[in-house]
């Protein structure tokens, strides 16, 4: 085997933590690499490394048997890396051709966008106007503007950090058969994912770390899925099957009639969404990323009053109110973006533990002995770790992170819970918690409304199912009446193309 890339002796630390630990990694040439680990297992320290975000302590790097030592993106694109984040880095304010001039690829203008990419369009095609604005894209064509960017400045290295996790399965299977001609040329691809079956579809080779080490490297095929997931987290996980139990709800907790959201633009985010969410039930919405499912989170977190419509919360209107009290409302909110809208991120736990729903208004001053036992309690309860009510959020794995959120919306009993991708960015480990918690919470009597671009999510925990496509939804159904592929099809828009032609 011919190494491209070789990482020898790594250590990197941050403060006591030691985030990697003397890892060595190879990457053949012509292959694609995927590197499966829990959170916090040191796969993004790694590979901002890699990339020259981080100075690593020790170790060396080599790119085809060439010492070098990049100290910012310039320098591992100058040495042949390029890293594709997985929210594309793009600003989306400037159209595509000037997003290409930030990289130093043409002026700015379609004609020098054009020139630039010529000779890498043939293995990514890149059908969209140059003069299109960014924001206006797709997240799949976002996606695929920093792919072309990357590899048009040359790189022999692409890593890929959770490609699929803003793709319909279609998109899925286009991207796996331009990585496969990406390899083909003798470049190497480094694919980070949490889903083991894509290791087991696009990847040559694996490497798992584990708490900073590297804990061995494989040929695909030669471990199966669950052997994958026993090495990520050093233990047996028990293989569940999608349950066949039958859900079919009772009181409607969370009503949505006729719901229109319209953009400061003008455009329309949400077209006459009709949703029942009921007590004992998983209502699950799939959707491609950048279809609506930001205004429809927010119409049912209570953050948005809708333009049109009304929203209904056990028998109660809601939609004439500006806020929703989160002292008086038993609605649990678990946003997509725990560390900017879930967590104070630099507070200590307890703080974070304080608020949430139905819980009753404080006055006065704080109880703090009182409130710190109550935080330890709860995150020994939900097996946050460290349990440690003055630890801020910002210390903790995403996983644990998660955990905190679930901490303090569940404590106080809500009877509807909104969750938006609820796993996303989550290990193996972390995604079977949650998902069993939102399960216990179903069986429990509670409403559960689950927002999510994870497919297999929404097919293992989903009651009903429905799918939002620019802003509309289809209407959920129960689950043992969906097919897979349908529901893809849906995702990307073929059944309203269908509708159209049927209707013309």
């Not at 020139?115 to 890498?120: K, L, P, R, S, Y």
Request: with cysteine; glycine share 10%.
């Amino acid at each position: 085997m011919t190494a491209l890339v070789k990482m020898s002796g790594i250590v990197k630390s941050f403060g006591e933590t030691i985030a990697n630990d003397d890892v060595s990694l190879e990457i053949a040439a012509g292959e694609v690499h995927a590197l499966l680990g829990e959170n916090g297992a040191g796969k993004t320290t790694l590979m901002n490394i890699l990339y020259g975000l981080t100075i690593p302590d020790e170790g060396t790097i080599e790119v085809g048997g060439v010492s070098v030592a990049p100290r910012n993106p310039a320098d591992a694109i100058d040495a042949g890396i390029g890293m594709v984040h997985q929210h594309p880095l793009v600003v989306g304010a400037l159209t595509v051709a000037e997003n290409f001039s930030l990289g130093g690829l043409g002026d700015g203008s379609p004609a020098s966008m054009l020139e630039a990419i010529a000779g890498v369009v043939e293995t990514i095609p890149l059908n969209v106007d140059p003069r299109a604005r960014i924001d206006s894209l797709p997240m799949s064509l976002r996606q695929r503007v920093e792919i072309v960017r990357c590899l048009a400045h040359g790189v022999k290295v692409l890593v890929l950090d959770e490609p699929t996790a803003v793709l319909t399965p279609d998109e899925v299977a286009q991207l796996f058969d331009e990585m496969r001609r990406v390899v083909e040329q003798g470049r190497s691809v480094i694919f980070i994912t949490h889903k083991l079956a894509e290791v087991q579809t696009i990847a040559q080779r694996v490497t798992v770390l584990r708490r900073g080490c590297n804990v061995g490297s494989f040929a695909v095929g030669e471990l199966t899925s669950a052997e994958l997931a026993e090495q990520m987290v050093g233990r047996e996980i028990a293989k569940r099957a999608v349950s066949q139990e039958v859900h079919s709800g009772g009181a409607v907790r969370l009503g949505l009639k006729g719901v229109d959201a319209v953009g400061d633009d003008g455009e329309c985010l949400l077209d006459g969404v009709d949703l029942e969410v009921c007590a004992g039930e998983i209502v699950a919405i799939a959707g491609v990323e950048g279809n609506g499912q930001r205004p429809l989170a927010d119409i049912c977190f209570g953050l948005r009053t809708p333009d049109s419509g009304t929203v209904v919360h056990d028998g109660q209107p809601l939609t004439r109110l500006k806020h929703w009290g989160r002292s008086k409302v038993a609605i649990a909110r678990i946003p997509e973006d725990r560390r900017h809208e879930g967590l104070l991120i630099d507070a200590p736990l307890w703080e974070n533990l304080r608020y949430g729903p139905n819980l009753a208004a404080k006055r006065g001053l704080i109880n703090r002995r009182r409130e710190l036992e109550r935080a330890r309690k709860l995150l020994e309860e939900f097996g946050v770790v460290p349990p440690d009510p003055m630890a801020p959020p910002s210390s903790l794995s995403g996983g644990n992170q998660q955990k905190v959120v679930l901490a303090r919306e569940l404590s106080s009993d809500p009877d509807l819970v909104v969750a938006v991708n609820p796993t996303r960015g989550l290990d193996i480990g972390a995604q079977r918690e949650v998902r069993d918690r939102l399960l216990a919470l179903r069986s429990a009597g509670k409403a559960v409304l689950v927002i999510s671009t994870d497919l297999d999510e929404v097919m293992e925990i989903g009651d009903r199912i429905g799918v939002l496509y620019r802003g509309r939804l289809e209407a959920p159904v129960a689950r043992a009446a969906v097919d897979r592929s349908l529901i893809g099809e849906a995702m990307a828009g073929l059944l309203d193309d269908q509708r159209e032609k049927a209707g013309a």
